[in-house]
C-alpha cells in the first residue's frame, strides 16, 4: 500500500517547511500515518445521486489522488458534494461567459450576476471540502501533523 503522506522531506536537525524536525517528530509523523492505513483496500464507489458532469470530476479526483493513498471508502459522500460544487462551479462559469459578470436589476441599475454570486458560493464549498479531504497540500501537512500529535495551532479552529 502506498504511503499516505511522504516523509522522505524530513530530516533530523534539517530544515523542511521552516522547521528543525527532532528525531521523535519523524518517527511520530511516520507512526501516525501508518495507523491509517487500511489492511485490506477498499475502492471507492461513485454516489448514485452524482449527474455526469460531477461524475467525470470524480473520476479525475480519484485517479488524480490515487498515489496520495488519502481518499477512503468513508469518504465517499464528501467527496460526492465536492465533485458536485465542482461541476456546479463550472456550469456557474459557463454562464457567466454566456451572459457576462453584470446585469441590469428591476430599479434599472448594472449589478453584479446571480451567476458570479453562484460560483463565488460554490467556490466557498470547493475550498472548504478540498480542505477536508485532503485535496491540497496544505491540508495533507496539515493531516501529517495533526496524526503524529505535533504541537497545536491556537488559531485551528477559528476557519472551520
Request: glycine share 6%.
Amino acid at each position: 500500500m502506498a504511503e499516505v503522506i511522504k516523509f522522505d522531506h524530513m530530516r533530523v536537525g534539517k530544515k523542511g517547511g521552516g522547521k528543525h524536525w527532532t528525531e521523535k517528530e519523524v518517527k511520530d509523523r511516520e507512526a501516525a500515518a501508518q495507523k491509517f492505513e487500511r489492511k485490506e483496500k477498499k475502492k471507492l464507489k461513485v454516489p448514485a445521486w452524482l449527474n455526469d458532469s460531477a461524475r467525470k470530476v470524480w473520476r479525475k479526483t480519484v485517479k488524480d489522488m490515487e498515489e496520495f493513498d488519502v481518499l477512503d471508502k468513508v469518504d465517499e459522500d464528501v467527496l460526492g458534494t465536492y465533485c458536485d460544487a465542482v461541476a456546479k462551479y463550472q456550469e456557474a462559469n459557463d454562464l457567466i461567459d454566456k451572459h457576462g459578470y453584470t446585469e441590469v436589476n428591476m430599479q434599472g441599475n448594472r449589478v453584479v450576476s446571480a451567476h458570479v454570486k453562484l460560483a463565488q458560493s460554490y467556490a466557498r464549498i470547493i475550498l472548504s471540502y478540498s480542505n477536508k479531504l485532503g485535496l491540497n497540500a496544505e491540508a495533507r501537512a496539515r493531516l501529517a501533523k495533526k496524526m503524529a500529535g505535533g504541537e497545536e495551532d491556537p488559531n485551528a479552529g477559528l476557519f472551520e
